[in-house]
């Protein structure tokens, strides 16, 4: 069975750092490329970051900010997330995509998702 289970969000002030993890199991993240989605009330899922086995992709507004670290041996992908701002305040989710070559940035690309996670970032 598939499951992915994102932890790490929580409440931050602007200027600060949080570390969500998306663990993995019923597959091995190695043969898939993973995404982190956000979802903010009233806004449609957007990409944040992804990763393939040959590259990391990241949204303009997140480059330089945001790093997607992957550890396959333990099966789970990381989104580290600093500088934030009120504007990354959303529901984050994790996605796995059964093509490992390259990552999208469309959701319906996606074959599975975790739960979410609320980040808020304060002012």
């Known amino acids: 069975q598939v499951q992915l289970l994102e932890s790490g969000g929580g409440l931050v002030q602007a200027g600060g750092s949080l570390r969500l993890s998306c663990v993995v199991s019923?597959?091995?993240?190695?043969?898939?490329?993973m995404g982190w989605f956000r979802q903010a009330p009233g806004l449609e899922r957007e990409f944040v970051a992804g990763?393939?086995?040959?590259?990391?992709r990241y949204r303009d507004s997140v480059k330089g900010r945001f790093t997607i670290p992957r550890d396959n041996a333990k099966n789970t992908v990381n989104l580290q997330m600093n500088t934030l701002k009120p504007e990354d305040t959303a529901v984050y989710y994790c996605?796995?995509?059964?093509?490992?070559?390259?990552?999208?940035?469309?959701?319906?690309?996606?074959?599975?998702w975790g739960q979410g996670t609320q980040v808020t970032v304060s002012s």
């Open positions: 996605g796995a995509r059964r093509d490992s070559r390259w990552v999208s940035v469309f959701e319906k690309d996606y074959d599975h």
């Open positions: 019923g597959f091995t993240t190695r043969a898939y490329s």
């Open positions: 990763i393939s086995m040959t590259s990391t």
